[in-house]
């Protein structure tokens, strides 16, 4: 008997220019265009095997072994039900073609970061649900055409469908068909940049994304300033900086736009802190760093979280590790050169 199964891997993107509000919350529209880097060490993946078979009586999906829920109408549902639609589609149009979209399926998803290293894994993982839903069901889709549907998983998602420089396009369509993800520049063009991931804090966030970009949409005035009168400019400026290769000025809004999307989540009522005094002392090093060399040679950006991901030319990486490793004398590699887990022991400046 044949058997259906398709295995995909998707890698974890980190943003320089924030998502943050959305403009509509079933089709996770956002209130503001979006830019990041498509992290390519081979330890920040999510693997996803979907299987489809006539045996199986309803879908079902295991995250790192433990079985998950799958709301009805929730966001797996949704994606789920949207690729099993195109696959119809596929059907429809080669009778010969096996009637996947009829069966069930079983999903099995794995990060291999340990969950420890306090990412937020949901940008990888409906990536790699996506793709290897798509996989499976040889859906003739490209990647935007894809991200389309794992934004609605995690809007985040939309960007990890990609490699390299990705913007993700608000797009103005009601029904969301262009608001998707678009390849800026492949990680070829400018392979110099790196990526230090330093793990401040492997704690549960305190406030969800999606809870708090809701009340940030309905109570801060900076956000409307923000979306209005910020992104659509930085977002072009940053995609010029990435086609020359201008380090300082991509680092320059990369760390301006980090501050601005902290800034818009104290401005929330209530507030909300997702930095910690760690995360604030690895600004004020890398702000000393820079100012000291009379020139930007690495910017920091942290998400909904006290963990600081640090750009760099690759030259200046072990400068900067050891740089940090003065203040946080006990961080550990963790799992590469490339990850220090800087735990609060150390001395703040
Ligand atoms: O996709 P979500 O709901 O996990 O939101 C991600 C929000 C940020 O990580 C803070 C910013 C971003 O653009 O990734």
Redesign the pocket.
Known sequence: MALYQATVSAPV???C????GKRDTKL?LPTNS?L?VTLDQDHLRSTTTSRADPSFDKDRLWLNGKEESIEAGGRLATCISELKRLRAVVEAQNPTAPKLSTYSVHIASRNNFPTAAGL?S??SGFAALVASLAALYELPANPSQLSVIARQG????C?SLFGGFVA?EMGSAPDGSDSLAVEVAPREHWPDIHALICVVSDDKKGT???SG?QRTVETSPLLQHRIAQVVPARMDSIKDAILRRDFPTFARITMQDSNQ?HAVALDTEPPIF?LNDVSRAIIAIITEYNRAAGAIKAAYTY??GPNAVIYAPKENIKEIVELLLRYFPQAQPFPDPFALHVDNQGSIP
Request: hydrophobic letters at 45%.
């Open positions: 993107n980190i943003a220019i924030k998502y943050w996770i979006s990041s937020a949901s940008a995690s809007g985040s998602a960007r993700w969800s994304s999606t970009m999307f997702y998400d909904a």
